[in-house]
């Protein structure tokens, strides 16, 4: 059977997750890229085989002639934001099992999933958008409010604004760095910010439980600390649900965003319709101890998923990122350490960033030196594992 896989870089999700999933399956895996040789390179002493194939996989149409010009199809799939409505029109042109390609626009588009979600009545959150080039003067928004690019992703130029004066100037500055993007502009929802992980096959959906996140001070959302959680409470869950059925969502993996605000409602800040990035996904298929990328690539074969999963619920797990904290170059750092294993905790430590590398100060995800995750049988022992690993170690950058 053949597997196409869409792709932009070579992620860990790829590269650790899917690709070996799909060996383990015994699927034929065509990888389609518009970032060849960097695929090529990340493959080079991988114990599983994909043919890597040059192609604009931002463009729906090119990926249709590509498969149409090579082998058969027998699944479409991929993990990327950016290529989830592209992927689900390709698998509904082949006849493939896929998801809605208007569910995919309504999670990829964050006013349309706010216009949506408002239709239906489930959730009313004050949104509106800015064209590129266009200024917020008219905008009446309450403060503080968010400001975002529509389409944006890893909180990048996601920042909380404070008055009309500070609007102006972050509206200006954000437009200088992506000329052609739309912003959105929307009431801030304050709450603990959580995640929902879900999996379906279009009929049949599991929730694998959640993550409860840390993030840095405003006016910036880096995602500093996830810990996780193997139930929300059920009201918590059915709200939730209800906002995914309503928006289309239930093929495959999907990382929901939400924050839970005092009176106990659940408020969506996003929905990433893909498996949790930045290695979650990794350290989720550990403490679930499921063969979790197999039964998402199975979902996209067209397979149905089995009644109950028999997910583990009694492991928990903290997942850290080490962030820089000034611009520079990467000086010192520790290499990878890929699921040691002591005293019943599991832990995986991967850089992010290269050594001698030179970065400027981000304030968002970008500035993730490496990612540090432990699982273990209660949450003392991995948080202490987490703790104990970066104290032991250094991360130096050098102005």
């Given at each position: 059977m053949r597997l196409y896989l869409l792709a932009l870089n070579p992620t860990d999700s790829v590269t650790r997750g899917f690709l070996p999933a799909a060996a383990r399956?015994?699927?034929?895996?065509t990888v389609l890229t518009d970032h060849v040789e960097d695929h090529r390179r990340a493959y080079a002493d991988a114990e599983f085989e994909a043919e890597v194939m040059d192609c604009d996989v931002q463009d729906f149409r090119e990926v249709i002639g590509a498969?149409?010009?090579?082998?058969?199809?027998d699944a479409v799939f991929s993990n990327s934001d950016h290529l989830q409505t592209q992927t689900a029109l390709v698998a509904e042109y082949f006849g493939l099992a896929g998801k809605d390609w208007k569910a995919a626009l309504r999670a990829k588009n964050?006013?349309?999933?706010r216009r949506h979600l408002a239709e239906t009545g489930l959730d009313r959150v004050w949104s509106a958008e800015l064209?590129?080039?266009?200024?917020?003067?008219?905008?009446?928004?309450?403060?503080p409010c968010i400001l975002k690019p529509r389409e944006g992703v890893a909180s990048e130029d996601v920042t909380l604004v404070a008055d009309s004066a500070e609007l102006a100037l972050r509206v200006k500055e954000i437009q200088q760095r992506r000329p052609g993007a739309t912003l959105v502009v929307e009431e801030f929802l304050a709450g603990e910010l959580c995640t929902l992980e879900t999996l379906g096959d279009g009929l049949t959906r599991h929730v694998l439980g959640g993550f409860r996140t840390r993030l840095s001070l405003p006016p910036d959302f880096i995602e500093e600390v996830l810990t996780f959680t193997p139930a929300h409470p059920e009201p918590v869950v059915d709200q939730l649900l209800a906002q995914l059925d309503a928006l289309g969502v239930?093929?495959?993996?999907?990382?929901?965003?939400f924050v839970l605000q005092a009176?106990?409602?659940?408020?969506?800040?996003?929905?990433?319709?893909?498996?949790i990035g930045d290695q979650c996904d990794l350290m989720l298929a550990e403490i679930l101890d499921l063969p979790y990328f197999e039964l998402v690539l199975r979902a996209h074969l067209g397979e149905a998923l089995p009644a109950g999963l028999g997910a583990r619920t009694d492991r928990r797990a903290r997942h850290e990122r080490v962030c820089a904290d000034r611009a520079g170059v990467l000086t010192a750092a520790p290499g990878p350490l890929l699921e040691g294993r002591a005293d019943g905790v599991v832990?995986?430590?991967?850089p992010v960033r290269e050594l001698g590398a030179r970065h400027e100060l981000y304030r968002t995800n970008?500035?993730?030196?490496?990612?540090v995750w432990a699982v273990g049988p209660d949450q003392g022992a991995v948080d202490a594992a987490v703790a104990e690993f970066i104290a032991a170690n250094r991360w130096e950058i050098t102005p």
């Open positions: 399956l015994g699927l034929d895996v498969i149409s010009q090579h082998h058969a199809p964050k006013g349309e999933l064209a590129p080039g266009q200024d917020a003067g008219a905008l009446t928004p309450p403060f239930g093929l495959g993996a999907c990382h929901t965003e009176d106990g409602r659940a408020r969506i800040i996003e929905v990433n319709y893909r498996a832990l995986s430590y991967r970008r500035d993730y030196l490496g990612i």
